[in-house]
């Protein structure tokens, strides 16, 4: 069963940095393209960032180009989410999910991200 | 910016079916998906490319899509149906990801 287990969450103060870290286990992550998804909270889901399965493209919401960075390593089965420079609106549970064909196809459990003075 | 939206709430009876729309500027030409998110859980992909579900997802839910209009009904609803739903296309303009408002379904 694919397994997703994300890790590195807690709280910071705004204009401080956070790296979380996405494991993956019992399927070939190395095939996948990958996303972050994240959520605040009692608000909807909003598409953070995209990886494709190389790690040679990415791509970002509007809302967090230039201070946020996907990256992944294959040979460790783990994806990343470098964010820098958070604000209180960052706030949220952050989730990594697989890409099936332009949709998010499995999910982990998500972990909580709280920029907070 | 490409925006879908939901309507906020629905309620349905136990057995009955339940509809919700999620609506888009020519959503018709994009390929629909929709997600289920119980309280304290990740969302579950329940239907992807406009009609088809996933392994496991029980032939209740179902979906379409025309127009400006999409569509995903829920019968003979049962109990453990009462979550938020979430439609969701990939924008070909911008290369994002876009989700909508969602729709907390509520069972009676």
């Known amino acids: 069963q694919l397994q997703l287990m994300e890790s590195g969450g807690g709280v910071v103060q705004p204009g401080r940095s956070l790296r979380l870290s996405c494991a993956a286990s019992d399927f070939t992550f190395s095939k996948y393209a990958m996303h972050w998804v994240r959520q605040a909270p009692d608000k909807g889901l909003e598409w953070v960032a995209l990886i494709s399965y190389d790690g040679v493209n990415t791509f970002y919401a509007d809302s967090v180009k230039g201070r946020f960075t996907i990256s992944r390593d294959n040979s460790k089965n783990t994806l990343y989410l470098q964010m820098n420079s958070l604000r209180g609106e960052d706030t949220a549970v952050y989730y990594c999910a697989t890409d099936g064909v332009r949709n998010f196809e499995f999910w982990g459990q998500g972990t909580l991200v709280s920029a907070s003075s | 910016s490409y925006v879908l939206t939901q309507p906020p709430s629905v309620s349905v009876a136990p057995g009955q079916t339940a509809t919700m729309t999620c609506g888009g500027s020519n959503i018709g030409s994009k390929r629909v998906h929709w997600y289920q998110q119980k309280p304290g859980q990740a969302p579950l992909l329940v239907v992807y490319d406009d009609s088809d579900r996933p392994s496991g997802i029980p032939e209740r839910f179902s979906a379409s899509h025309s127009g400006n209009t999409a569509t995903l009904t829920i019968s003979r609803v049962e109990a453990g149906d009462e979550a938020d739903y979430y439609c969701?296309?990939?924008?070909?303009?911008?290369?994002?990801?876009?989700f909508g408002t969602g729709t907390k379904v509520t069972v009676l």
């Open positions: 969701q296309v990939w924008d070909s303009s911008s290369d994002h990801y876009v």
